[in-house]
């Protein structure tokens, strides 16, 4: 089986790098960085090629725009469309003619961020609950959600949250760099969720792919829920960095022109019950991480 993985120098297109060293299919990788292929998967006619050339059964895309904030930029508003929502509807085309399959990641996001409708935020979100996206990035991966579900391709449709590895930019890295040099931060605490460690994804994306039966929308992070700030405290104990004071604060304490989901708990149980994929519970995925960070310096 021929694999192309898009946007493989982001934190799970690195992890899928490393969990299929192993595999014994063939594994492509395109991105703008050293040591891939380059494909513009904007441009329809060059996705087309590159699947023909290389007989591409399934396409795993990680590539997106995920700069949120940057995202409610007027001048970046066409870019963000056409890497959340014409990316995955060109793969999507190229796919429903060769009759691949798409595995494509989105995001908690889709759904609303209101607090106060608890009968929104009393449970763990559902795969079927009704989407509602109040900023740009969330509307623009709801966007290609559904372009991909209307192309007539073989789909799975992965959500997932909170996602952090040992590559590139995310809030583990950034924690650690802050409670190692400041004396105090302070994290929002109104903010809940389930850390998501790029590893395990890429694992439960692996295992998915030879067992697809029919296409769906399935829900990944892992297991258990806590607050940003608890997230931050437990990287700080973990890391030894215990000279810095780590402490709750609100949302409200800094402002920002996107509202990050105030519950953003996803329910796993579809994807548990349909694949033999593994839930850890997000504190021993950070242990692990910060066992493979250390090992990389």
């Not at 979100?125 to 990035?137: I, M, Q």
């Not at 952090?164 to 190692?180: A, P, Q």
Request: include cysteine; glycine fraction near 6%; hydrophobic fraction near 40%.
């Amino acid at each position: 089986m021929n694999v192309l993985v898009t946007g493989a120098c982001g934190q799970l297109g690195r992890e899928i790098q490393i969990v299929s060293r192993d595999s014994a299919d063939n594994f492509f990788f395109t991105d703008v960085c050293e040591g891939c292929d380059r494909l513009d998967i904007t441009d329809l006619d060059a996705v087309r090629a590159y699947v023909a050339a290389h007989g591409i059964d399934v396409i795993v895309n990680c590539a997106a725009w995920t700069n949120v904030d940057a995202a409610e930029e007027p001048e970046n508003l066409e870019l963000v469309r056409k890497l959340n929502a014409r990316a995955p509807e060109n793969l999507a085309m190229a796919m429903a003619e060769t009759g691949g399959l798409l595995v494509h990641i989105s995001t908690d996001y889709v759904f609303r961020t209101d607090a106060s409708d608890s009968r929104v935020y009393e449970k763990p979100l559902k795969e079927d609950d009704e989407p509602g996206p109040e900023s740009v990035y969330g509307l623009t991966k709801l966007e290609g959600e559904r372009a991909i579900q209307g192309s007539g391709c073989r789909y799975l449709i992965v959500r997932t949250a909170w996602l952090y590895s040992e590559f590139g930019k995310n809030f583990v890295k950034t924690m650690l760099n802050l409670t190692s040099s400041k004396p105090a931060i302070s994290v929002v605490n109104d903010q809940k969720g389930t850390p998501t460690y790029a590893l395990d994804l890429a694992k439960a994306i692996l295992k998915m792919v030879p067992r697809f039966r029919e296409s769906g929308i399935y829900h990944f992070s892992n297991e258990g829920e806590c607050t940003w700030y608890e997230f931050a405290t437990a990287i700080a104990e973990l890391a030894g960095n215990r000279n810095c004071k780590v402490m709750p604060c609100s949302s409200e304490d800094f402002p920002s022109k996107v509202r990050r989901p105030a519950y953003s708990v996803l329910d796993k149980t579809r994807i548990k019950s349909e694949f033999p994929v593994e839930v850890p519970q997000w504190l021993d995925s950070l242990k692990v991480c910060l066992k493979n960070l250390n090992a990389l310096r």
